[in-house]
């Protein structure tokens, strides 16, 4: 896809999220800093510092383990080894309890929730730690939103997904 068309597309799926009821009531939101090609949340992380909210992103701990952290200013998150942002190490720790709405991204999405992402497992089990209330949206371009998925026991499935043309609806 040329750089142009996913930046419009990036920034129109952002505004959709932006614009939600989901959104606008969620206190404390978990992000991702966009990797490889995919959509940026760059307009959803100022929208809800204007708002007051809280904002946290993924740190990578240790051998397979997440963390969110709390961030402030985009500038001061620091490259990991794969080449992704994340919050600095000395930045407050969000408990997984406190996150209402988490932002999730993907390689692939199903439009019954399952996701498929690198491989490494990272948010499937950061997911299953989340509180039963606590809202997933997958995060993508509609030409990721697939029929069908292998989705196996462990994976965490998003409950939502919108894209540049909006929320989709989801199956069962």
């Known amino acids: 896809m040329c750089p142009e068309l996913a930046g419009k597309w990036s920034e129109w799926a952002q505004r959709h999220l932006l614009g939600a009821f989901c959104f606008q009531q969620a206190r404390t939101i978990g992000l991702y800093a966009a990797f490889d090609h995919e959509v940026d949340t ?82 499937d089990r950061l997911l299953s730690r989340l509180e039963p209330d606590a809202l997933t949206v997958g995060l993508a371009y509609s030409f990721q939103v697939l029929d069908n998925l292998p989705c196996e026991a462990s994976d965490q499935k998003v409950k939502r997904i919108v894209t540049e043309q909006g929320f989709l609806k989801m199956c069962p």
């Open 42 to 123: 760059r307009l959803v992380f100022e929208g809800g510092l204007k708002q007051g909210k809280t904002m946290a992103f993924p740190r990578v701990m240790g051998e397979g383990e997440m963390v969110y952290l709390r961030e402030t200013n985009w500038q001061k998150m620091v490259e990991n080894k794969w080449g992704i942002l994340e919050p600095s190490p000395d930045s407050l720790q969000v408990a997984v309890s406190e996150l209402e709405l988490v932002v999730v991204p993907g390689v692939a999405f199903a439009r019954n929730g399952c996701r498929l992402g690198f491989g490494g497992g990272y948010y």
